[in-house]
């Protein structure tokens, strides 16, 4: 299965305030994850994250035509219909596969990312650079040891105001392959 990281942030890679707020960031980075999960057929996001749009107006992952996973510790989290719990990350990547998914677009906070990239989960990023610096927030990586090495395969001015990388991961002597 392909596992592509989809993360839209700041100039400085900062993806939420702290206090989770995502209000500088335009709403075409919703459309673009929309899509790509429509695309794909899939996408993983965090418990945390879940919640956060389900609070919001205009946009809600209910109306995306793709397998929606959930990821909590919590097994009776009360999730809307047609939504899948999966009790880890892994769990996530498994239950996907059951269900003959091929690729998935995973969206979560910092230390998730993280740990998927250092259990060498992550095939691809795609990343949406948008142009504002904030000196404080989350990271779309916390700061943890590891290092990875990319390779860029395209870079696509969106709209007037988003640039978008597209790398995949190359294998690292520092991370296990999970192919
Ligand atoms: N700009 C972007 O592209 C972008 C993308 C994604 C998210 N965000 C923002 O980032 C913020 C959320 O980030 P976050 O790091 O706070 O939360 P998150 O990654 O969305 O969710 C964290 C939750 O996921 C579950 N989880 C984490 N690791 C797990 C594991 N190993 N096994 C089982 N469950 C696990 C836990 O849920 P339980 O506590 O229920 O166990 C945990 O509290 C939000 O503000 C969101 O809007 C931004």
Redesign the pocket.
Known sequence: MKVIL????TLNGI???S????DF?SDD?WII?SKLAKKYGCFI?????????QKWKDYNFDHINAKRI?????ST?KLNDNYIL????K?ALHKAAKIGIKNVIL???????T?FLKENLIDEIIL?VNPILLGQG?K?FSEEKFEANLKLISVKKISSEIVQLHYILLPHPTLDNHA
């Open positions: 989809f993360m839209a942030s993806i939420a305030r206090n989770g707020d995502e960031l980075n994850f996001v965090g418990r945390k994250t879940y919640q956060t749009v959930i990821v909590s510790k919590n989290f999966a009790s880890s990350p769990d969206t979560w906070g910092s230390k998730l990312n740990s949406n989350i779309i």
